[in-house]
């Protein structure tokens, strides 16, 4: 075969390629619609969340509380705050977002929950661009945060949240989740020790925390609050209730928390043949 026909078969094979790739989905409006996502292709619209009723957050009802009056504010247009929700893992830190905006559809009011599908801090001023024309209260939501302990990363978002050439548009706040009250890692005591003044670097990641007007603390439960969680769930979908085998399933797993709770009424849904509704 010939170097020309060699190239020809390639030309071919990559339009061959390129037809059989599926095009980028388009831009979503955001405008219109409840649920988005936003990654490096821009924003996409979500089918609705699968939410969590509010009623079952056991033994964190004032944290949830307290996150959806103050979303119901900002749906509102009154001021409210950026959130900061810290603890324990599996406690609901995540899913009570999507509760939240899921429990203020349902009363009629108007937001928009975006969530931020890779950790990539570097693109909120991009979000903040495409939102900031479009005359709506959104959330976006960064689950799962733990930033490191550089400064030039610590002061962007400090930018963002507060003051900044850059700043969050009015009409937009954010819900930010993190096993740490501070957003910092373990290593930042490492830091501080071989740090000139480790005051100065400790007050300079507080700095950071101190922009969020709403924290919220979620802490491992006790076994009433862990037994509660269980019991709601089971009422909830139609399930008979054994304690004994709810703290069983518990040890077994080496702790408390809601989502062993939750993993629980799923292995007893399945045993009594109970579908899990939505």
Not at 52 to 62: E, F, H, I, K, R
């Amino acid at each position: 075969m010939t170097i020309d026909k060699t190239h020809l078969l390639l030309d071919r094979i990559a339009a061959a390629l390129e037809r059989s790739a599926p095009p980028p989905p388009p831009a979503a409006d955001p405008g219109h619609g409840h649920w988005f996502g936003w990654a490096a292709g821009g924003l996409v619209a979500l089918p609705p969340a699968r939410a969590v009723p509010l009623a079952l957050y056991q033994g964190v009802g004032a944290q949830a509380a307290a996150c959806l009056e103050n979303s119901r504010r900002h749906a509102l247009g009154l001021p409210a705050h950026d959130v900061l929700l810290w603890g324990a893992r599996g406690m609901g830190k995540s899913s009570l977002a999507r509760s939240v905006v899921a429990d203020l559809l349902a009363g009629g009011h108007d937001i928009a929950l975006v969530q931020l599908m890779l950790p990539a801090l570097a693109s909120l001023p991009a979000l903040f661009a495409a939102l900031a024309g479009v005359r709506r209260p959104f959330l976006v939501f960064l689950d799962d945060v733990s930033l490191g302990a550089d400064a030039a990363e610590l002061h962007a978002l400090r930018s963002l949240l507060d003051g900044g050439v850059q700043a969050r548009p009015d009409h937009v706040r954010l819900i930010v989740t993190s096993n740490r009250r501070h957003l910092v890692p373990r290593s930042l005591a490492e830091n501080e020790a071989n740090a000139i003044n480790p005051r100065d670097v400790a007050d300079d990641h507080l700095a950071l925390a101190d922009r969020f007007g709403l924290r919220l603390g979620f802490h491992p439960c006790d076994q009433d609050d862990y037994l509660a969680m269980c019991a709601a769930y089971a009422g909830h979908h139609g399930l008979a209730f054994d304690a004994a085998a709810a703290l069983a399933w518990a040890v077994a797993r080496g702790g408390r928390s809601g989502r062993v709770a939750w993993q629980f009424t799923v292995e007893q849904a399945g045993a009594q043949g109970v579908a899990l509704a939505g």
